[in-house]
């Protein structure tokens, strides 16, 4: 039996959009919040936290797009075509951010309220956005002679707006416990304050999505609720609520690291439930991995290069973030 390169390639690009989600959530988190938190000092620390480490965590994000292109050309013309208005909304919004990051602590007091808005702006742009395309990816493009058939806003749709907000809201709570974990004081105890409502508001969101998804396309209401897969997913939504259940106990003892962690085991535990929806189609509703992969000579050839990079990746993010580890006080940080 030879090696299953697509199956490999597939592994690969979700693990890298994953890495991105986790990472760039909660800086792109820290962006939503900054409204909550109008004290200059408070902004400048907030922003100190994720300082040495944002454009890093982007890296993924590349990772994913250049692996799709290479290992599933037809899966990258297609999404591209169908999702190219809200994938360019998103990097508009990663540009106003990106500048932002840099200009802000160089800017006059009169001016950085500018700058401000362009951070606010960007996240919330950037992250809607990428949840508007989840949404439309999740709804499927239709496919006619193994290129996008379908119209310029067909991506827009109620489902996507809504996924959008959702994703909005897991950002920030990816923000919330990010800024409990690496500040102190009176920022830290209203982050605190934030995490309790944003982690309710999450499983709202989650459970609506859950159910919205079956009711809307009966191939995946099959996937979930067929035997015996049923059986087999049936741990997701348990160890949904068991997540939660044990973020609030997190928050309520005030613990710095745990909230965040749960976060990220609720972040994994939806992206996992939204990969089961769609598996294995790199096209909804109905190109998969194997019908949309590039020769295995390509493969092969681009997988011996991602397993030297990957690895170098993982090392330098590893590094940055244990040198940058610990509180964040005001008149500290990177800048």
Known sequence: MGINLPLIWAIIILFGIMMY?????FDLGIGILYPFFPDKDERDVMMNTVAPVWDGNETWLV???????????LAYSVVLSALYLPLILMLVGLIFRGVAFEFRFKARDHERHLWDKAFIGGSI??????????????????VANRAYAGGAFDWLSAFSVFTGVGLVVAYALLGSTWLIMKTEGALQQRAFQLTRRLAWTLLAVIAIISVWTPLSDQA????W?????LFWFAPVPVLVLTATYLLMQAVNRKAHVAPFLCTLALIFLGYSGLGISVWPNIIPPSITIWEASSPPQSQGFALVGALLIIPVILMYTVWSYYVFRGKVRHGEGYH
């Open 63 to 73: 990772l994913g797009g250049a692996g799709l292109l290479a290992a599933f050309p």
């Open 220 to 223: 995946i209401a099959r996937r």
């Open 125 to 142: 742009l950037a992250t809607f956005f990428q949840g508007v395309a989840l949404g439309a990816y999740i709804n499927g493009f239709p």
């Open 21 to 25: 989600v986790i990472m760039d959530g």
């Open 225 to 229: 609720f067929s035997m015996p897969n």
